[in-house]
T-cell receptor
Framework: QKEVEQNSGPLSVPEGAIASLNCTYS??????FFWYRQYSGKSPELIMS????GDKEDGRFTAQLNKASQYVSLLIRDSQPSDSATYLC??????????FGTGTRLLVSP | EPEVTQTPSHQVTQMGQEVILRCVPI?????FYWYRQILGQKVEFLVS????????KSEIFDDQFSVERPDGSNFTLKIRSTKLEDSAMYFC??????????????FGPGTRLTVT
């Protein structure tokens, strides 16, 4: 059973649209959730963290968490070509480590 | 803005050789981590380190791997006898506080290890 699941994509959206990225996790005791952006050949870059049910907004990014459904999502408003990257969902399971999903590749076309 | 640094950016080694990957975590951070990412695959946890001890390690982190904080700034990952399957990008990460969980981890740029 995969611990953190993401659709590998690619998810293609036009410039200016909203991109919606989804992630599910299997461990009910997971406490903390993170979204990282990874450009090809580069390291993961932290975008958002979320710890409580509901929405958390930071600029063009909104993270949403539903612990009952074991679901976390990332919305990117006004998508730009520079947002084209792989978005990694990561879950803290309480064992001093982050567990990553395989990532969703986002393509934003001009 | 403080950042995690790693050296070298690329290491090529022959199978069976020892390699040491170096990291300088963000200065006020107390938790340190190593992850790896095989090309085209997901980021995988290797080990976490706090207060000069390993806190957690994965099944990947076998006896061929070791970590050390030899001084107040460096954090190293040693692979004693490299295998072809050790070829990957190795990322160091650090987080600020020891409470775990809610602390955000910041990643270094990575070292690409190629074993031939």
């Amino acid at each position: 059973q995969k611990e953190v699941e993401q659709n590998s994509g690619p998810l293609s959206v036009p410039e200016g649209a909203i991109a919606s990225l989804n992630c599910t996790y299997s461990d009910r005791v997971s406490q903390s959730f993170f979204w990282y952006r990874q450009y090809s050949g580069k390291s993961p870059e932290l975008i958002m963290s979320i710890y409580s049910n509901g929405d958390k907004e930071d600029g063009r990014f909104t993270a949403q968490l539903n612990k009952a459904s074991q679901y976390v999502s990332l919305l990117i408003r006004d998508s730009q070509p520079s947002d084209s990257a792989t978005y990694l969902c990561a879950v803290w399971t309480g064992f001093q480590k982050l567990v990553f999903g395989t990532g969703t590749r986002l393509l934003v076309s001009p | 803005e403080p950042e995690v640094t790693q050296t070298p950016s690329h290491q090529v080694t022959q199978m069976g050789q020892e390699v040491i990957l170096r990291c300088v975590p963000i200065s006020n951070h107390l938790y340190f981590y190593w992850y790896r990412q095989i090309l085209g695959q997901k980021v995988e946890f290797l080990v976490s380190f706090y207060n000069n001890e390993i806190s957690e390690k994965s099944e990947i982190f076998d006896d061929q791997f070791s970590v050390e904080r030899p001084d107040g700034s460096n954090f190293t990952l040693k692979i004693r006898s490299t295998k072809l399957e050790d070829s990957a990008m190795y990322f160091c990460a650090s987080s600020p506080l020891p409470s775990g969980g809610a602390e955000e981890q910041y990643f270094g740029p990575g070292t690409r290890l190629t074993v031939t």
